[in-house]
C-alpha cells in the first residue's frame, strides 16, 4: 500500500510538471523539448498512450487535449520544423495581424525553414485532420525573424512577399495597408522589398503598392482610408493630411488649402445611432467654422471608385 501510494504520488507530481512545462508553450510541445526538460522516455511514451498527451503532427503532442487557437496550431508547426524555423507567408500576416484569420484553426501553416528541403506534414489529431503544415525552404540574415507572442514570425516585408506569391491581389492590397495601419511597413521597408521583389512570384501585386507608398499611409486608421489614398494618389492630386486635427477634431482628410474634409464612413457609421449622432455634431461644427465637409461610404466608393474621387475633385475646383 506504501509504495503503491509514493508511485501514485510520484505520478501526479510528474503530471504537476507537465502541465507546469505546457502551460508557458500554449499546451504544445515536442518530444525532444519534453526530453530536455528532463521527462523520460518511458514516462513520455505512457503519456502518450494514456491519452496526456496527443499527437498533433509528427514528433509533436498537446497537454490533454485537442489545439484550440492559431497560436497553439503555429506553435505546433514551428516545433515539428525545428530550430531556426519562423512562421511566414499567410501565417505570419496573420499573427502579424495585418490578415484576418477566417478559420476557426489554420488549414495551413505555412512555416519558413533554413535547412532541409521543402515539404508537408498533416495534422494527426481530430481538430487538425484538415490541416497541412508546409515547410518551405528560405535563406534568412539574423535580424530577419522576430518573436511575436513568443513565436517565431519572419518580419513583416518577408511576411508580405510570399504572401503576395499566392493571395490575390485585393488581398494583398488589404494586407499592404493594414500593415502600414500597424506601422510596421514604412519607408525603410518600401526600399528593401523593392531590391528583394525582384524576379519574385509576388512581385505583380506588390510593385504598385510599393510605387504608390507616401508617409500618410502610415497616418491611416483604416484599410479604407488606405484604399481611397492609393486611389487619389494614382490619379495624382494634391495630397490631403490624413487624421488630422482640426478645431478640436480628428477628421480624416484635410485639404487645407481648399477648406474641405472628407470623412469615410464604415459599416458603423450606419449601425450606431449613437455614433452617427456624434459625426453629424461634428459635421455640424465643422461647417459652422466654414469648412465643406464631405461623406463617403465603403459602399459608394466600392462601387465605383474613379465617381468618388471625382466627387471630391469636384468640390476642390480640380474638375
Known amino acids: 500500500m506504501e509504495i503503491a501510494t509514493q508511485e501514485t504520488g510520484t505520478k501526479i507530481g510528474q503530471l504537476r510538471l507537465l502541465y507546469a512545462f505546457m502551460v508557458t508553450r500554449s499546451f504544445v510541445a515536442g518530444r525532444q523539448e519534453l526530453l530536455e526538460a528532463g521527462f523520460t522516455r518511458h514516462r513520455i511514451a ?40 519562423a512562421l511566414t507567408g499567410q501565417s505570419a500576416c496573420e499573427a502579424w495581424g495585418f490578415v484576418e484569420t477566417k478559420d476557426q484553426l489554420p488549414r495551413v501553416v505555412t512555416v519558413a525553414v533554413s535547412r532541409g528541403g521543402s515539404r508537408q506534414l498533416r495534422g494527426q489529431s481530430p481538430a487538425l485532420a484538415q490541416t497541412v503544415f508546409r515547410l518551405v525552404k528560405r535563406r534568412f540574415q539574423p535580424d530577419e525573424i522576430r518573436i511575436k507572442d513568443g513565436l517565431a514570425v519572419v518580419k513583416p516585408i518577408l511576411a508580405l512577399l ?41 512581385a505583380g501585386k506588390l510593385r504598385p503598392l510599393l510605387v504608390l507608398w507616401v508617409p500618410e499611409l502610415s497616418r491611416i486608421r483604416s484599410v479604407f482610408e488606405g484604399l481611397f489614398l492609393l486611389a487619389w494618389m494614382e490619379a495624382g492630386f494634391p495630397m490631403p493630411k490624413v487624421n488630422e486635427r482640426i478645431f478640436g477634431y480628428e477628421v480624416d482628410l484635410f485639404w487645407a488649402e481648399y477648406g474641405v474634409v472628407l470623412e469615410l464612413d464604415g459599416g458603423a457609421f450606419h449601425n450606431n445611432p449613437a455614433q452617427r449622432a456624434i459625426d453629424l455634431a461634428k459635421q455640424r461644427d465643422l461647417e459652422a467654422q466654414g469648412l465643406i465637409v464631405l461623406r463617403m461610404t465603403y459602399e459608394e466608393f466600392n462601387a465605383d471608385p474613379a465617381a468618388a474621387i471625382s466627387r471630391v475633385l469636384h468640390r476642390l475646383n480640380l474638375r
Open 46 to 85: 505512457n503519456w502518450i498512450r494514456t491519452g496526456r498527451l496527443v499527437k498533433l503532427v509528427r514528433g509533436v503532442y498537446s497537454y490533454g487535449r485537442g489545439v484550440e487557437n492559431h497560436r497553439a496550431v503555429w506553435r505546433a508547426g514551428l516545433v515539428a520544423a525545428g530550430r531556426g524555423s
Open 162 to 202: 510570399d504572401y503576395a506569391a499566392e493571395a490575390s491581389e485585393r488581398s494583398v492590397r488589404f494586407a499592404f495597408l493594414e500593415a502600414c495601419r500597424l506601422k510596421v511597413f514604412g519607408r525603410a521597408d518600401v526600399d528593401d522589398c523593392f531590391r528583394r521583389i525582384v524576379g519574385h512570384r509576388g
